[in-house]
């Protein structure tokens, strides 16, 4: 059974998923975005925990949590969650690193430890350039070498004090494997009328399904080997209707997105596609309500440290990754945060035919203790392969 505090943590999470989708599918119009919300909330609820005042409350409002007590205690219950899923490769990993003699309080420090399962590793930021290596070095061992470079040395210098950094990773066989034999090249259209050629992967089989009326969309679920983890792909039914449907997502409850939906046969003509992004989070997050821990002299992070230096968060950067072909995905993301000192369907009879040959939505969610995990979140505009 799950926590109370393990069910707010999820749904903040799925909350805060739509609408940083939201607002990221605006900024990036027509092409492809990818994205781990969890990875991105994490280290958020990481930094809550050092937060004090109107900054704090500006985590709970963006999160969607009540408090930093139910955001730590959940985040204890995700991290033991996720790390425990079989059959798949499903790694979450969260890591502090601070500058040499910078004194974390007490109750900062042993949350991040024994909640985010985040452990504290001293640097000397004004090296920058070996800071960054060690950081980034971190992050490509959790993402199996898929994410490098997420910490560029000009973002660290004398002033840095602490980079929260969390980093995802999963890589999963589909329950059932496309013939690769039975790949071709077909069009992929990225408007009405202009297309991309494209490796179309085929495959029928019985695959959970819903025609979608409220949503103008098909649903349809495509399980891995661990029958809990799933891919979700949301298609229009219009061939321009990618930016309705967005709209319409917003307040669509992506935990249980898969609720009312029909194990059936499916015909499924789904493109091969690789996708890497790479986010300064700064401009959404202000959009969202978080500004203020961007700003000089109004973050309040009291609470991390001893020291009578006012902190603010200079960068909040994620990079992710995604690649699905024959055999299953892999997909990877990491989010850094650097903080500074201040200076129910009818069952048809006929067989569905599922053709992703326009833009379309993802999602990669897993089920543990009774709750739905949304993991990775993008629309494929282009497959990119």
């Known amino acids: 059974m799950a926590s109370k505090e393990l069910c707010e943590v999820v749904s903040g999470n799925s909350r805060f998923a739509n609408k940083f989708y939201n607002f990221i599918a605006e900024e990036e119009k027509g092409k492809n975005v990818f994205f781990s919300p969890i990875s991105a909330h994490t280290v958020l609820a990481m930094a809550y925990q050092g937060a004090a005042g109107k900054t704090a409350e500006s985590f709970a409002s963006t999160l969607h949590v009540s408090d930093q007590d139910s955001a730590s205690t959940g985040y204890s219950d995700v991290m033991k969650s996720l790390n425990s899923v079989e059959d798949v ?35 000397n930021f004004a090296q920058s350039a070996e800071s960054a290596k060690k950081i980034n070095g971190w992050v490509e061992d959790k993402t199996n070498s898929k994410i490098k470079d997420l910490i560029k040395p000009s973002v660290l210098d004398q002033l840095t004090r602490l980079v929260l950094v969390n980093a995802i990773y999963f890589k999963g066989n589909w329950a059932h494997p496309f013939r690769k034999e039975a790949t071709i090249k077909e069009k992929f259209y990225i408007s009405e009328t202009e297309s991309v050629d494209c490796d179309m992967m085929h495959i029928t089989k019985h695959f959970n399904y819903r025609d979608d009326e409220k949503l103008d969309a098909q649903v349809l679920e495509m399980k891995y080997s661990n029958k809990d983890v799933s891919m979700i792909f949301i298609l229009p039914h219009k061939r321009t209707g990618i930016e309705e449907l967005e709209k319409k997502l917003v307040d669509v409850d992506l935990s249980n997105i898969t609720d009312g939906m029909r194990s059936m046969e499916v015909e499924v003509s789904l493109p091969k596609f690789k996708i890497e992004t790479e986010m300064d989070l700064k401009s959404v997050l202000t959009k969202m309500g978080l500004g203020v821990i961007f700003e000089p002299g109004k973050a309040d992070f009291s609470e991390v440290s001893e020291s009578d230096e006012p902190l603010y968060v200079s960068k909040v950067i994620q990079k992710a990754f995604i690649e699905v072909n024959e055999e299953g995905a892999e997909a990877a993301a990491a989010t850094a945060m650097v903080m500074v000192a201040c200076c129910a369907m009818p069952m048809p009879r006929q067989k569905i035919t599922f053709n992703v040959d326009h833009s379309f939505v993802i999602l990669l969610k897993t089920r543990s203790d009774d709750v739905h995990h949304v993991l990775f979140y993008g629309r494929i505009a282009s497959p990119n392969v």
């Open 89 to 123: 490769m499903l790694h979450i990993a969260n890591k502090i690193y601070v500058m040499d003699g910078f004194p974390l309080k007490e109750k900062f420090h042993k949350r991040a430890k024994d909640h985010f399962l985040s452990e504290a590793e001293s640097v």
